[in-house]
Antibody, heavy 120, light 108 residues
Framework: EVQLLESGGGLVQPGGSLRLSCEAS????????MSWVRQAPGKGLEWVSG????????YYADSVKGRFTISRDNSKNTVYLQMNSLRAEDTAVFYC?????????????WGQGTLVTVSS | EIVLTQSPATLSLSPGERATLSCRASQSVSSFLAWYQQKPGQAPRLLIY???NRATGIPGRFSGSGFGTDFTLTISSLEPEDVAVYYC??????????FGPGTKVDIK
């Protein structure tokens, strides 16, 4: 059974930092690209960042480029999102998602999400 | 940048009725379009990939169609458990993806 378990969310002040983790199980982690998707309260889904299976390639939405860093440790089956210079508009539930093997397939498994609140 | 629009914003139907949800892309995305269901308080779930293929475990009442710029998600006979927000997602620039704003489906 595929499982994705996010952690690391919480309350942080504007300008602060937070690192999210997503521990995966039930599939070949190193063969799978992974994504982070966020959802602000009462709003829709916004793709934030993605990383290839090897970790060699990373991708960011313009809204977080230069502030967020995605990485992975395939020995620990875990993907991370380091978030710096946080702003109030970064307040959201952050989901990690397992990607299908290419653009044809969807984001086929999702974690339950972790809430990040940026407020003073 | 390809923009997705979804209509209607809200759809209110009786159980057993047919639900037709639309997703339109500002330029062609070929068949690289997926649909997701998000029930209240839950994570999104993949319903349809590559415009018309049901994901594993998805009931047969859900179907997708379309190519290029116009796509449709159809729920052939609405069940109470189908109350959710439905999002389309284009994957033309994968792994960068974009979501539509969503259609909320309610039961009358």
């Amino acid at each position: 059974e595929v499982q994705l378990l996010e952690s690391g969310g919480g309350l942080v002040q504007p300008g602060g930092s937070l690192r999210l983790s997503c521990e995966a199980s039930g599939f070949s982690f190193s063969d799978s690209a992974m994504s982070w998707v966020r959802q602000a309260p009462g709003k829709g889904l916004e793709w934030v960042s993605g990383i290839s299976g090897s970790g060699a390639s990373t991708y960011y939405a313009d809204s977080v480029k230069g502030r967020f860093t995605i990485s992975r440790d395939n020995s620990k089956n875990t993907v991370y999102l380091q978030m710096n210079s946080l702003r109030a508009e970064d307040t959201a539930v952050f989901y990690c998602a397992k990607e299908g093997i290419n653009r044809i397939f969807g984001s086929d498994y999702w974690g339950q999400g972790t809430l990040v609140t940026v407020s003073s | 940048e390809i923009v997705l629009t979804q209509s209607p914003a809200t759809l209110s139907l009786s159980p057993g009725e047919r639900a037709t949800l639309s997703c339109r892309a500002s330029q062609s995305v070929s068949s690289f379009l997926a649909w997701y269901q998000q029930k209240p308080g839950q994570a999104p779930r993949l319903l349809i990939y590559d415009a018309s293929n049901r994901a594993t475990g998805i009931p047969g009442r859900f179907s997708g169609s379309g190519f290029g710029t116009d796509f449709t998600l159809t729920i052939s006979s609405l069940e109470p458990e189908d109350v959710a927000v439905y999002y389309c997602q284009h994957r033309n620039n994968w792994p960068r993806v974009t979501f539509g704003p969503g259609t909320k489906v309610d039961i009358k």
